[in-house]
């Protein structure tokens, strides 16, 4: 069964259909189909419920703002494991809970002997400056990508630039599709509410 072309072979509307089916309610320029990237940021992804994102200015105090947040984790995953050792009972030659710290950065996982050891692998591994996607229209953010996802994105490696150009492009028109935008207008509906306002008047 041969698939028809609007419709990806998953099933689902292709980018090119999803697109002309904007196209056909919204005035979209070839501008505003492809998300805005804003250097200049910071992230956290040592927790998946974090999301601090920062914006600096400056960049030599990049390094400070971001070592004073990853601190606030480190610090109170110390406080938590305290607690664990302090509320369990203590056991003759096994280390304390609190010896053996974890990276949970997305992907790391690995192990550092004391909270010391962790920040300096985490600003030295994961301290990279972050690029955030944004809208064209009306420049929420909807979606933050590291440096070296995106250096990594734009080698030599095609399927991957276009895996990543597509993710881009899919926040996006998800953006757009599910009513989130504030700067999508109508013509249509735009037209059809001055018409309607007429009518009333008259």
């Not at 664990?84 to 950065?105: D, K, Q």
């Not at 229209?137 to 276009?162: F, K, P, W, Y």
Request: proline residues 5%; aromatic residues 6%; negative net charge.
């Amino acid at each position: 069964m041969s698939a028809t072309p609007n419709v990806s072979s998953t099933g689902f509307l292709s980018v090119e259909a999803r697109i002309a089916s904007l196209r056909a309610v919204f005035n979209l320029p070839d501008a505003h189909i492809v998300p805005v990237l804003v250097g200049n940021h910071l992230l956290c992804r040592l927790d998946p419920a974090c999301g601090w994102l920062c914006k600096f200015e400056n960049a030599s105090a990049a390094p400070a703002i971001f070592e004073e947040h990853i601190r606030t984790h480190v610090e109170a995953d110390a406080r938590y494991l305290r607690e664990l050792r302090y509320s369990g009972p203590s056991m003759p030659g096994v280390l304390p809970i609190t010896a053996v710290r974890t990276c949970t950065w997305r992907g790391c996982g690995q192990n550092f002997q004391g909270g010391e050891r962790l920040v300096e692998h985490i600003m030295h591994v994961h301290g990279d400056i972050a690029v955030a996607t944004h809208c064209p229209l009306c420049v929420a953010l909807i979606g933050v990508a590291t440096r070296e996802e995106m250096e990594s994105a734009s080698m030599n490696d095609d399927r991957h630039r276009q895996d990543i150009n597509s993710m881009l492009q899919y926040l996006l028109l998800n953006h757009y599709e599910s009513g989130q935008c504030k700067g999508l207008v109508s013509p249509q509906l735009t037209t059809r509410d001055i018409h309607s306002h007429a009518m009333i008047e008259d």
